[in-house]
Nanobody, 124 residues
Framework: QVQLVESGGGWVQAGGSLRLSCAAS????????MAWFRQAPGKEREFVAA????????YYADSVKGRFTISRDNAKNTVYLQMNSLKSEDTAVYYC?????????????????WGQGTQVTVSS
């Protein structure tokens, strides 16, 4: 099993940046594809970004491509989401997710483990 704990959320003005972190427990972190999802009030949870086991493959939603960067440090059991040029529509609770799969997907049901979420608020 994997336990995930997100951090780094907060309030930022539009155009600003934040970096989210997700720390994973266990010694098998490198076996998991990792992803970030987000959920805004009244909306469904949506895919943001994903990264393969080694970190060499990354995937992004069109809405964040070019602004967000996902990365991972397997030695630290941590995945990151660097968010630049933030917009008010990026306001949401951001969730870290893990799946023991070779190729990460963009559907939330593909992920077995979830963090508790961290709030990101972007003020315009």
């Amino acid at each position: 099993q994997v336990q995930l704990v997100e951090s780094g959320g907060g309030w930022v003005q539009a155009g600003g940046s934040l970096r989210l972190s997700c720390a994973a427990s266990g010694r098998t972190f490198s076996l998991y594809a990792m992803a970030w999802f987000r959920q805004a009030p009244g909306k469904e949870r949506e895919f943001v970004a994903a990264i393969g086991r080694s970190g060499s493959s990354t995937y992004y939603a069109d809405s964040v491509k070019g602004r967000f960067t996902i990365s991972r440090d397997n030695a630290k059991n941590t995945v990151y989401l660097q968010m630049n040029s933030l917009k008010s529509e990026d306001t949401a609770v951001y969730y870290c997710a893990a799946a023991m799969t070779l190729i990460p997907g963009s559907t939330w049901s593909q992920y077995n483990y979830w963090g508790q979420g961290t709030q990101v608020t972007v003020s315009s």
